[in-house]
């Protein structure tokens, strides 16, 4: 093996072990390498806990693309007033290009740095080079973290524990990486020792380790069971057979309506359909949205009844986990409105929830109450605890708990509970199906599609 720095004085040479020091190796005294195991020891525990962070984010995120609002409380990340993992990552924010999970992408970043780590630990001639990665590793990994804070101050109404514990973990590498560079700017200038063979491994396995991990978090998501049968279902869905079928099947509830409801439509209607909402719940806002469309093609012959089912413990004691922290507050507004002016201005107000349901955190309830006109004196009175509001909404959530309500948003109609994932003119076809069902006299029953 030939020595890349002579043992003997070469004034020509660029380097000169009569001026530097280099680490004393057992098997060689003579090649410089760029650092200790110290620094790298420190990477290794900063590694491996952004990767517990990121795993514990991905398996999170996958949990609640899976399950919605039935996924219970982690004891890793309570929700607590504004700490709240879980609200954060069912957001449009957790998810790149619609598709790819950021808490993935961290994953792969810290595999990829475990990777560098152990490999410069176990040997010596790759520690330069190792170096170099993490040192474009990091500045990358920064952008990311700025760019994930400012989501976390600015745009969403959460604080997300462990995404805190991911950035702060880069920040102290990437200061620990530049300040060792610095100090070893001589050192680090050096010559490269390793071969080309090892830098090849190097390289290609790192790379290789963070797809793996990728595609295996990609794998997992789309191959949990509850995945595999929701396919299913929703391929029988499509036969109205197999439809009148389901809903024969299923319990037939006996839901209450009453003036303290607020109806869109005619109250005399002889077909309401019954929602129980959340108003912080961005699929809440898609399906009452269509159900209001659906009621003003069809005047006189549906209406659409509100019933409140907060995803939060706050006013909702049946639910594990606080997924929608001001949801309880949003549907005492809005029954507010409803007292104060009806079921118009019930309507008007929720529609504002919906819409600015990103700006919760800022308590928007009375300004939302003057752009529809509302007394804000009479309507801050109701929204105090023991007033009719907070009574209202503590009905609605005991009469969803009886009927085992575990997410939002659900619908009723003539006892039936509709499944999700009926949408559309499908759910149209199932309404028309079901009152032929139970009225034989209506077998040429229709609704219309369109206004």
Not at 124 to 153: D, E, H, P
Not at 161 to 169: G, L
Not at 184 to 190: A, E, H, I, T
Not at 320 to 328: K, Q, R, S, T
Request: aromatic share 14%; charged share 20%.
């Amino acid at each position: 093996m030939v020595d890349r720095i002579s043992s003997e004085p070469n004034p020509t040479r660029r380097f000169s072990l009569r001026k530097k020091k280099y680490p004393v190796l057992p098997w060689d005294r003579t090649k410089p390498y760029f650092i200790g195991k110290g620094p790298f020891i420190i990477l290794l525990i900063l590694a491996l806990i952004g990767a517990f962070a990121t795993g514990f984010l991905t398996y999170r995120h996958i949990m609640l693309t899976s399950h919605t609002g039935a996924v219970g409380d982690s004891s890793l990340c309570r929700a607590e007033g504004l700490v709240n993992c879980d609200g954060i990552l069912i957001t449009d924010y957790s998810v790149i290009l619609t598709y790819f999970p950021s808490s993935v992408l961290g994953l792969m970043g810290f595999a990829f740095v475990l990777w560098l780590v152990v490999n410069g630990l176990l040997n010596q001639r790759l520690r330069k080079l190792a170096w170099v990665l993490l040192i474009l590793y990091f500045f990358a990994a920064i952008g990311f973290s700025w760019y994930y804070i400012y989501i976390m101050i600015f745009e969403v109404d959460y604080i997300c524990t462990w995404c805190i514990v991911v950035h702060v973990m880069n920040f102290l590498s990437l200061a620990l990486i530049l300040y060792i560079a610095i100090v070893k700017r001589d050192d680090f200038l050096l010559e490269e020792v390793a071969p080309v063979s090892e830098r090849i491994y190097f390289v290609v396995g790192g790379m290789l380790l963070v797809w793996v991990v990728f595609f295996a978090s990609m794998y997992l998501e789309k191959n949990l069971s509850f995945y595999n049968a929701k396919t299913k279902y929703e391929e029988l869905a499509n036969d109205p057979i197999v439809i009148m079928a389901l809903l024969k099947s299923s319990p037939t509830y006996d839901i209450p309506i009453s003036r303290e409801d607020p109806v869109l439509g005619k109250p005399e209607a002889p077909y309401p359909i019954i929602l129980f909402s959340d108003f912080q719940c961005p699929m809440c806002a898609q399906t009452e949205d269509y159900l209001k469309r659906v009621v003003s093609w069809n005047p006189g012959v549906l209406n659409l009844v509100y019933k409140n089912y907060p995803l939060s413990p706050e006013c909702n004691g049946f639910i594990i986990g606080n997924l929608h922290p001001y949801a309880c507050m949003a549907a005492r507004a809005a029954y507010a409105a409803f007292m104060l002016r009806g079921s118009k201005a019930f309507w008007q107000y929720g529609d504002l929830l919906f819409a600015n349901q990103k700006i919760f955190k800022t308590q928007p309830w009375l300004k939302f109450a003057a752009q529809i006109g509302l007394d804000q004196q009479h309507f801050q009175q109701l929204l105090q605890p023991g007033e009719q509001p907070y009574q209202k909404v503590k009905q609605d959530t005991e009469l969803g708990a009886t009927l085992k309500l575990t997410s939002t948003p659900q619908i009723f109609f003539q006892g039936k509970n509709i499944p999700q994932n009926f949408k559309g003119e499908f759910l149209i076809d199932t309404l028309e199906e079901m009152v032929r069902m139970n009225d034989p006299d209506k077998k040429d029953f229709q609704l219309k599609r369109r206004p």
